[in-house]
T-cell receptor, first 112, second 112 residues
Framework: DAGITQSPRHKVTETGTPVTLRCHQT?????MYWYRQDPGHGLRLIHY???????DKGEVSDGYSVSRSKTEDFLLTLESATSSQTSVYFC???????????FGQGTRLTVV | RKEVEQDPGPFNVPEGATVAFNCTYS??????FFWYRQDCRKEPKLLMS???SGNEDGRFTAQLNRASQYISLLIRDSKLSDSATYLC?????????????FGTGTRLLVSP
């Protein structure tokens, strides 16, 4: 299995608080992604990174920010959590533009 | 129109049956195609890549039709353990950077 870990695996937080999710990889892959998965919507891209300090928005980026200061770490921050951000968040990594992606085990976030 | 479309199912089949899923994509510039499998509350895992010439891995066969912009997955001799959601994934190249677009998945239920 690809060396990719997400932390925390589960989190419950209150509306209005900031939350940071971490994705760590040991594969030295260039591309890293954050997705959220909700019933009826499938996997939706939040943000992605194509290198250190190089990031771009996905289709559902509002309310989220990311940072990648090292190749191995990609952080997702919910600036002020809302109940609509209750979801399962997956991080994924890929070596090259044309290759498959490998996923972390997911973070289950509940905003109350 | 969604970028990647799949029939959500569920497809209910008996053990030993052959079942086929199709997936259509909208971007004719798409370059890479994959099928992923996702078990309940787990991360998606790569099942197989899809090549222009078609490819087979044991009981699984994937086909790509670029002219009609669809990919297919055929599962022969279904096993109970094949019960899962199958995600069609298209890798689009957008101004030089990779973007993975996921279908919402097709659910397969294999019964004894």
């Amino acid at each position: 299995d690809a060396g990719i870990t997400q932390s925390p695996r589960h989190k419950v937080t209150e509306t209005g608080t900031p939350v940071t999710l971490r994705c760590h990889q040991t594969e030295n892959h260039r591309y890293m992604y954050w997705y959220r998965q909700d019933p009826g919507h499938g996997l939706r891209l939040i943000h992605y990174s194509y290198g250190v300090k190089d990031t771009d928005k996905g289709e559902v980026s509002d309310g989220y920010s990311v940072s990648r200061s090292k190749t191995e770490d990609f952080l997702l921050t919910l600036e002020s959590a809302t109940s609509s951000q209750t979801s399962v968040y997956f991080c994924a990594i890929a070596a090259e533009v044309w290759t498959e992606a490998f996923f972390g085990q997911g973070t289950r976030l509940t905003v109350v | 129109r969604k970028e990647v479309e799949q029939d959500p199912g569920p497809f209910n089949v008996p053990e030993g049956a052959t079942v086929a899923f199709n997936c259509t994509y909208s971007n004719s510039a798409s370059q890479s195609f994959f099928w992923y499998r996702q078990d309940c509350r787990k991360e998606p895992k790569l099942l197989m890549s899809v090549y222009s010439s078609g490819n087979e891995d044991g009981r699984f066969t994937a086909q790509l039709n670029r002219a009609s912009q669809y990919i297919s997955l055929l599962i022969r001799d279904s096993k109970l353990s094949d019960s899962a959601t199958y995600l069609c994934v298209v890798n689009e190249k957008n101004t030089g950077f990779q973007k993975l677009v996921f279908g919402t998945g097709t659910r397969l239920l294999v019964s004894p």
